[in-house]
C-alpha cells in the first residue's frame, strides 16, 4: 500500500488554461510580459493604426468618404514617413507611390496609363529640384 504525504493548505494548487490543466506544488509560474495588440484609431476619414510598441505605423485616408483610401501612409521605425500609395484620379487603384530616402529626397512613381503600374519615375532632391525623371 502506497502512503500519501499531507501536503500543507495552499501548497497544492490546480493549474487551468484553455489548453489544459496541472497540479503545480510549491512553484511559481514564470512571468509572461503580456503582449500588446495592434491599435487602430478611426476618426472621420481617418484610420490610424498603432502598433505593438504604440507607435504610428499606418495612416490610411478616405477623401471623398467612399469608403475606399485615397491615401495610404507607412511609417518606418524612427517615426517618419518611409512611403505613401494614392489613389489620384479616384477610381479605387493606386496610381502613385512615394519612397522616401531622406526628410527632403523621395523618389515619386507614377501610372499614366492606367495599367496599375509605375511607368514614370521621378527624383526629388533636396535643393528643391522637382521631377528629375529616373531610367527604368
Not at 506544488?25 to 491599435?39: D, I, K, M, V, Y
Not at 502613385?96 to 527624383?123: H, N, Q, Y
Request: glycine share 14%; hydrophobic share 35%; proline share 7%.
Amino acid at each position: 500500500m502506497v502512503s500519501r504525504a499531507r501536503l500543507p493548505p495552499g501548497l497544492l494548487l490546480m493549474v487551468c488554461s484553455g489548453v489544459g490543466c496541472a497540479l503545480v506544488a510549491g512553484c511559481t509560474l514564470p512571468h509572461r510580459p503580456q503582449e500588446r495588440a495592434l491599435h487602430l484609431v478611426q476618426k472621420g476619414p481617418y484610420q490610424a493604426l498603432y502598433g505593438r510598441d504604440g507607435r504610428l505605423e499606418r495612416l490610411v485616408y478616405d477623401e471623398n468618404g467612399d469608403g475606399r483610401a485615397e491615401a495610404l501612409i507607412f511609417f518606418g521605425p524612427g517615426g517618419k514617413v518611409a512611403r505613401s500609395e494614392r489613389d489620384t484620379n479616384g477610381d479605387g487603384v493606386v496610381d502613385r507611390w512615394e519612397s522616401f530616402i531622406s526628410d527632403s529626397v523621395w523618389i515619386e512613381a507614377d501610372d499614366t496609363d492606367g495599367d496599375g503600374k509605375p511607368d514614370r519615375r521621378m527624383l526629388h532632391g533636396p535643393d528643391g529640384t522637382v521631377g528629375l525623371p529616373l531610367a527604368d
